[in-house]
């Protein structure tokens, strides 16, 4: 028996939202590998998954 769930088909996020989320952000949403590649690993033995993007939160004090 696998234990692992199936993989979902890999889709492009829409460029629509992608504008939207950097006009809403700016620098704190980044599509760049390097980012997507550090912040899809973690700690488990299941190879790293790069998000489609990451998006840094704020606080306002």
């Known amino acids: ?3 692992h769930a199936p ?3 890999s889709r ?11 006009q809403l952000l700016g ?4 599509t760049a590998q ?3 590649e550090h912040h899809g690993r973690d700690e ?3 190879d790293p998954v790069p ?3 990451v998006a840094f939160a704020h606080s306002q004090n």
Request: proline letters at 10%.
């Open 44 to 46: 488990s033995m299941y």
């Open 34 to 36: 390097a980012v997507r």
């Open 7 to 9: 993989l979902l088909p």
């Open 27 to 30: 620098e704190r949403f980044s």
């Open 51 to 53: 998000p489609d993007a």
């Open 12 to 22: 492009e996020l829409p460029v629509a939202l992608l504008e939207a989320l950097t």
């Open 1 to 3: 028996m696998n234990a």
